[in-house]
């Protein structure tokens, strides 16, 4: 794949390593299918709220600015936040802001 097309993985990447106290631990995951391209998130437990944040509003921060991203590449892109354990998973894909 073209380095423009992993923009939004790096993306992410930088955004959110910025922001934990665990930047090695920071692992993404890129998919494409049909409903366009999905980016799995994998974070250390002690950092998960700061990725999610005060009633997700940096989740979704994130988000809006993938939108963004992903409509200047004329692709979908959804992120999902995966809880390390196994636990649950945060879509932030298609919710309405």
Excluded at 28 to 44: F, K, M, P, Q, S
Excluded at 63 to 85: C, D, H, Y
């Amino acid at each position: 794949m073209t380095e423009e097309t992993r923009q939004d993985q790096a993306f992410i990447e930088y955004i959110v390593k910025a922001i934990v106290d665990n930047p090695d631990k920071v692992r993404t995951e890129r998919t494409i299918d049909e409903r366009g391209v999905l980016i799995t998130l994998y974070v250390d437990p002690t950092d998960m709220g700061k990725v999610i944040g005060k009633e997700g509003r940096t989740a979704k921060a994130i988000r809006s600015l993938l939108k963004v991203l992903g409509a200047k590449n004329q692709a979908r892109v959804t992120m999902k936040i995966v809880e390390p354990e196994g636990g649950r998973a945060v879509d932030l894909g298609d919710e309405d802001l």
